[in-house]
């Protein structure tokens, strides 16, 4: 994709870093099954898209290891944490073995093969759509084919570099 010709100067990515990281997000794990196993990894780059029909996007470092398995897939899972999570986020949060990364948690395939954790938050089973690589990320667009929620009331979020939990009880 051509990017825009103009004037401005991008921000430096250190500086970029330092500002995003002010912006609160939830902590999920996307994971997909491949020919050779399960893959996933921790996800903060995850939003709503649209909802109908539903769609989601969850952005995906192209050095990852795992990149080679969700380049294949045609479905995939999002599986957003819940307080009491953060070990299992640090563990598919980089540099761990998948294998070792899914002994971490209890997770079961959902109707399309995805790993989905059960005791998440809410877990989101999806059907990609469309990707688009953009900078160092690839976009997974991901029409949503299934969804079920937790016991768990509490998010976990990831602000200024650390975990935080929130109450999803609706006032
Ligand atoms: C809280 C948190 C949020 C993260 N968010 C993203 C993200 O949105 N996209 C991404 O590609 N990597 C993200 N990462 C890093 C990946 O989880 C990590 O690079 C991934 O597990 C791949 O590592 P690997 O190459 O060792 O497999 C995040 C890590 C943490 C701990």
Redesign the pocket.
Known sequence: MEMPVHGFQTVDSLDFRRGMSRLGAA?NIVTTKAADGPYG??????CSVSDTPAMLL????R????FPAFEKAQYFGVNTLSSGHEAL??L?????AMAERFAGGQWREGCSGSPLLADALVHFECELVQSLDLGT?RVLFGRVIGLATGDCEDALF?VARRYATLSTREA
């Open positions: 902590v990894f921790t996800a903060s780059a995850v969850a952005c995906l470092n050095t990852s290891s795992c986020s640090n598919f949060g980089g540099k761990t990320h990831y």
